[in-house]
């Protein structure tokens, strides 16, 4: 696993709330996803498949607690920030495939001052 992009600075005044998104830019997620086809009784579905994210320190520790949020869409919010939030956070995030080959895991670095 290796990080394929800089998600970018975040500075946050000491108890505001901050919202990092874990992929830049929106085009970057629509390329990455993947359209995967499902077979049922000689159907064909096709679904595009949601993403899984996980947010975590330098430490490689998740950070998801009870100022820490994972939103639905990837996002992490940080609410009443503290000196001590200042780091490095990273958004790995992978595509759910029904293929037996592993998929590769994507991680993008954030730094919070």
Same mark, same amino acid.
């Given at each position: 696993m290796s990080v394929i992009g800089k998600g970018g600075n975040y500075a946050v005044l000491r108890g505001s709330s901050l919202r990092m998104s874990c992929i830049p830019r929106e085009s970057d997620l #629509? &390329?990455? #996803? &993947? +359209?995967?086809?499902?077979?049922?009784? =000689?159907?064909?579905? @096709?679904?595009? %498949? %949601?993403?899984?994210?996980?947010? +975590?320190? @330098?430490? =490689?520790?998740?950070?998801?607690? %009870?100022?820490? +949020?994972?939103?639905?869409?990837?996002d992490l919010e940080i609410v009443n920030a503290h000196v001590s939030d200042s780091g490095i956070y990273k958004c790995k995030f992978e595509i759910p495939s029904f293929s037996t080959t592993p998929q590769p895991k994507n991680v993008y670095e954030h730094k919070l001052v």
């Open positions: #629509r &390329e990455e #996803r &993947e +359209t995967e086809s499902i077979y049922k009784s =000689d159907m064909r579905e @096709e679904r595009e %498949a %949601a993403p899984i994210y996980k947010w +975590t320190d @330098e430490q =490689d520790k998740e950070v998801i607690d %009870a100022r820490f +949020t994972k939103l639905e869409n990837g």
